[in-house]
């Protein structure tokens, strides 16, 4: 008797898997080259980037440029580093993100547990406030900046990211939420269970997978934005992507690359950091609440 025309050998199998891997493999070599070469100019002098070869490794590497770009680098006609740029950043994403996350929280249990009359057309209307371009919000958002005095601000740009990250987050919390099972909702409720007793006690400590989304999502979307850092801050008060930008574009003195991809690097290790420790999670979030029952 003939086997089934649709059984493959071990052998077949193995060099399938093997195949997969390798060009797996490649594709992650060819990914990740800008970052072998941003950390291995970062570590050159001056002189060896000028006369070497951009793949080769440091002859004899150094945190020089690195301690430069972080105190010593100059920005503008300020020549501080990116320190206090760096920090501004945090100061920004740090609240932006906690309270874009609370409030698509909150939206997400009214979307789906405590439905109004309506409620299908506020939640349209949110999702298709995520697909507006970042440019047709700039000059409403700097009138409404203006209005509240608090342009050129920290708390501006929170403002701004937590308006324009609300759609969004809404939209993971009430697709997660959506799977939760009713009946636990209703039973809390005859126990005498108000709204905010049921969202902090049932809901939120039930909610880890997506929030490690929403805060991932976030915190990548606000670290690297540059669109509305540089509309609405400026000075000392910028984000860290204006800055990088800022010195990477100056034209004064001798171009010191190593500086440049030093700085690159370090504005990158907080996206970095999020990944690694939460990275994990990000799939399994997604995943959550895809399938109701």
Same mark, same amino acid.
């Given at each position: 008797?003939? @086997?089934?025309?649709?059984?493959?050998?071990?052998?077949?199998?193995?060099?399938?898997?093997?195949?997969i891997y390798g060009a797996l493999l490649v594709f992650a070599l060819v990914y990740?080259?800008?970052?072998?070469? #941003?950390?291995?100019? $970062?570590?050159?002098?001056?002189?060896?980037?000028?006369? &070497?070869?951009?793949?080769?490794?440091?002859?004899?590497?150094?945190?020089?440029?690195?301690?430069?770009?972080?105190?010593?680098?100059?920005?503008?006609?300020?020549?501080?580093?990116?320190?206090?740029?760096?920090?501004? $950043?945090? =100061?920004?994403?740090?609240?932006?993100?906690?309270?874009?996350?609370?409030? &698509?929280?909150?939206?997400?249990?009214?979307?789906?547990?405590w439905r109004f009359p309506g409620h299908k057309i506020v939640f349209g209307m949110?999702?298709? !406030?995520?697909?507006?371009?970042?440019? @047709?919000?700039?000059?409403?958002?700097?009138?409404?900046?203006?209005?509240?005095?608090?342009?050129?601000?920290?708390?501006?740009?929170?403002? /701004?990211?937590?308006?324009?990250?609300? +759609?969004?987050?809404?939209?993971?919390?009430?697709?997660?939420?959506?799977?939760?099972? *009713?009946?636990?909702? =209703? $039973? @809390?409720?005859?126990? +005498?269970? +108000?709204?905010?007793?049921?969202?902090?006690?049932?809901?939120?400590?039930?909610? +880890?997978?997506?929030?490690? /989304?929403? /805060?991932?999502?976030?915190?990548?979307?606000?670290?690297? *934005?540059?669109?509305?850092?540089? $509309?609405?801050?400026s000075g000392e008060g910028a984000p860290m992507t204006v800055a990088l930008n800022?010195?990477?574009?100056?034209?004064?003195?001798?171009?010191?690359?190593?500086?440049? #991809?030093?700085?690159?690097?370090?504005?990158?290790?907080?996206?970095?950091?999020?990944?690694?420790?939460?990275?994990?999670?990000?799939?399994?979030?997604?995943?959550? &609440? !895809?399938?109701?029952?």
């Amino acid at each position: 008797m003939s @086997a089934p025309a649709d059984s493959v050998s071990p052998g077949s199998a193995r060099a399938a898997r093997y195949f997969i891997y390798g060009a797996l493999l490649v594709f992650a070599l060819v990914y990740l080259t800008p970052l072998y070469v #941003m950390l291995t100019t $970062s570590l050159k002098s001056l002189d060896e980037i000028r006369g &070497g070869d951009m793949m080769a490794l440091p002859v004899a590497p150094s945190l020089d440029a690195w301690f430069r770009a972080w105190g010593e680098a100059c920005i503008g006609v300020t020549c501080g580093g990116i320190k206090g740029y760096f920090w501004n $950043s945090l =100061k920004m994403v740090v609240p932006a993100v906690a309270i874009s996350t609370l409030l &698509g929280a909150l939206n997400g249990y009214v979307l789906t547990k405590w439905r109004f009359p309506g409620h299908k057309i506020v939640f349209g209307m949110m999702l298709f !406030a995520c697909f507006i371009p970042f440019q @047709a919000v700039l000059i409403p958002m700097a009138r409404v900046l203006g209005i509240l005095g608090m342009s050129n601000s920290t708390a501006g740009l929170v403002l /701004v990211h937590v308006i324009y990250g609300l +759609g969004f987050t809404t939209l993971f919390f009430r697709n997660y939420y959506e799977a939760f099972p *009713d009946e636990l909702i =209703k $039973s @809390a409720m005859i126990d +005498g269970a +108000g709204f905010f007793r049921i969202f902090w006690r049932i809901l939120l400590p039930s909610s +880890g997978p997506i929030i490690v /989304v929403t /805060v991932i999502y976030q915190f990548t979307n606000i670290w690297n *934005d540059f669109l509305f850092g540089v $509309s609405f801050a400026s000075g000392e008060g910028a984000p860290m992507t204006v800055a990088l930008n800022n010195l990477v574009s100056s034209s004064t003195g001798v171009k010191e690359y190593n500086v440049d #991809m030093a700085a690159a690097v370090i504005a990158a290790l907080p996206t970095l950091f999020v990944y690694i420790v939460a990275g994990r999670y990000f799939v399994r979030g997604l995943m959550a &609440g !895809a399938v109701k029952g």
